[in-house]
């Protein structure tokens, strides 16, 4: 580990310096007098006047790495994390060792393994780049919210939307969540600085099963609570008048929703309470429950519009999930720490937890809290862009690319290729006005020739010398170079050119580029998109299903009956084998 300096640092700023530099190069300043004026050290004027350091520069040595090096990394490290395969500190380091072996660049690192000086500092330099704890996202979520399906499933919502003129109240969006006796405790008043705060919970973890269903208008239906049971004694130890109004309580041996529950809530809670308009869209997942023939059938008598969310991308397009279900768990978990800390006796069970459920309910899922997930997923108002780019971006390095289409001088080529423009951006400008201003003066100057030195790891190095006096104008200085040439008094020079060198872009990319997805077979039954489930082809399509289903229960119901009868049949011949054996 290096040791600490005791020199003194750099005790002003970088605005300060920048005016103290401009006060002598434009305003005649002495050094001394702008030393004085600004508080920085005259050496340090001096030498940022004179050139001999560059504007930006920082005090100390330079990386090992250099610094547009770092910059391509620290691009592709948070490109990288954005799109879900983000980088541990362990494989960071790792991969700055194998570009530095690739590079063959000296370092003083051991084993060319960067340590803990060397992260610092590029934290410090990277001030963009931090340590962050990522959130849980499945593939299936990350490989499914992708552009193109999002974008068609926006342009059937809006032919819907349009084709049937439907306002916010009858557009509509339904789904489950569970909520358990074991809750999470809540933030509570404590001791500064104690380590471990007890907070109770119930004895049991049993899990309710709640279904929610609103509407872009900020209005709610009843709920559907699901108790595990098999029965209705299963309810009996429920205390359901403590609960929200209207509530329907059923039961299911795992308290899951199941086919039969989905037709019950759409016939008993939705049509009684969703109002006489028609027609009317409900939005849900692809969840089993919710793509019941008999629910289907019931909503195309209705008139009532069932469309189906592409699989997997409930989290940014079900209004439920993105902002209503969180506000609504974090009231639930504050209702229950309340009413634990109330008494020593108090747990929550059946006869408790729908007192808890009811405030939650209604602390949590609000008119504003609704109507924000409608708005934030783009339902209603329709708005395709209230999706952020980022959303899409987990889903990139699944993309396949397109076959090839097009061929030059009939050769074809699967190769893909990569242009890093900020690399060449400074570069490309000033050799394009160079270029310019030589082809405009060869017309006229035949033996005119141009100087352009090219440091391929540092600015663009170009002079042009005027013959009115002895003095270099730099490419960079874009005015006066173009004043020199208009004047026609330059003496230009033989051109020295070095070819940019792009294999820190090639290395850069294999060592941190995100290795491209394989392509899966798809399965016949797999759905990848949206879908309109009371439309005739889907409901048709779930009645072949259905019947298929059916005959195979049939046929297997007939093999068993069969398995069944040749089985009594050999214990009768068994029988009067052994019946025959006694006689003789």
């Not at 002003?12 to 530099?21: G, I, K, Q, W």
């Not at 299963?234 to 529950?261: F, H, N, R």
């Not at 989905?262 to 308009?277: A, M, Q, T, Y």
């Amino acid at each position: 580990m290096p040791r600490k300096s005791k020199n003194i640092y750099q005790q002003y700023s970088s605005e300060s310096l920048e005016r103290a530099v401009n006060a002598v190069r434009h305003n005649g300043m002495s050094f001394r007098r702008a030393s004085q004026t600004y508080s920085i050290p005259k050496t340090t004027i001096m030498d940022r006047v004179n050139g001999k350091i560059k504007p930006g520069s920082k005090p100390g040595r330079k990386p090992v790495i250099p610094i547009e090096v770092e910059n391509l990394v620290a691009t592709q490290i948070m490109t990288a994390a954005e799109k879900g395969f983000g980088l541990t500190k362990k494989l960071v380091i790792i991969k700055i060792a194998r570009l530095c072996n690739a590079k063959g660049i000296k370092t003083p690192f051991k084993s060319n393994i960067p340590g803990n000086d060397w992260w610092r500092g590029f934290k410090s330099r990277h001030p963009e780049v931090t340590l962050r704890k990522p959130e849980k996202l499945n593939t299936s979520r990350s490989r499914m919210m992708n552009r193109v399906v999002v974008s068609n499933f926006f342009i059937e919502l809006g032919q819907v939307i349009t084709e049937n003129n439907l306002q916010s109240d009858v557009i509509w969006n339904a789904d489950e969540t569970g909520k358990g006796f074991e809750h999470n405790p809540s933030n509570v008043v404590a001791r500064k600085g104690a380590k471990n705060i007890p907070g109770r919970t119930g004895n049991s973890r049993e899990n309710i099963t709640i279904l929610a269903c609103v509407n872009a208008q900020g209005e709610k239906l009843p709920p559907l609570c699901v108790v595990k049971g098999k029965t209705t004694k299963s309810l009996e130890s429920v205390a359901t008048v403590d609960g929200p109004d209207g509530t329907l309580w059923t039961y299911q041996e795992k308290a899951w929703m199941c086919d039969i529950l989905g037709e019950l809530w759409f016939r008993d809670i939705f049509l009684k309470n969703c109002g006489p308009k028609r027609p009317q869209l409900l939005i849900m997942d692809s969840h089993g429950s919710h793509e019941t023939l008999g629910l289907l059938d019931e909503a195309k008598k209705e008139n009532i519009i069932v469309m189906a969310l592409p699989p997997h991308t409930s989290h940014h397009l079900q209004p439920l999930d993105k902002s209503v279900f969180g506000p609504f768990s974090k009231s639930y978990d504050r209702e229950c720490t309340e009413f634990m800390a109330e008494h020593p006796d108090h747990l929550i069970n059946k006869a408790t937890w729908p007192r808890i459920f009811k405030k939650a309910w209604e602390a949590g899922i609000t008119p504003q809290n609704i109507k924000s997930g409608f708005r934030a997923t783009g339902i209603y108002p329709l708005n395709p862009s209230a999706v952020p780019d980022s959303a899409y971006l987990p889903s990139e390095p699944f993309n396949q690319p397109m076959p090839p289409t097009a061929s030059v001088d009939g050769l074809q080529s699967n190769a893909e290729v990569s242009v890093e423009m900020d690399e060449i951006e400074s570069l490309d400008s000033s050799l394009n006005l160079l270029a310019d201003a030589a082809a405009a003066l060869s017309s006229d100057q035949q033996s005119s020739q141009i100087t352009c030195i090219v440091d391929v790891h540092d600015e663009l190095k170009s002079s042009v010398n005027s013959q009115e006096s002895d003095f270099n104008v730099p490419a960079a200085d874009v005015e006066s170079l173009l004043h020199v040439l208009d004047n026609g008094n330059y003496t230009l020079f033989n051109v020295e050119e070095i070819e940019l060198d792009t294999n820190w872009n090639s290395e850069i990319e294999d060592i941190f580029a995100i290795p491209p997805a394989t392509k899966k077979p798809k399965t016949s039954s797999s759905i990848t998109s949206h879908r309109i489930l009371t439309s005739d082809a889907v409901i048709q399509i779930k009645r072949e299903k259905l019947e298929e289903k059916q005959r195979k229960e049939r046929e297997k119901e007939n093999r068993k009956i069969k398995a069944e009868e040749k089985k009594k049949e050999v214990k009768k011949e068994v029988k009067k084998v052994l019946k025959n054996q006694n006689i003789k």
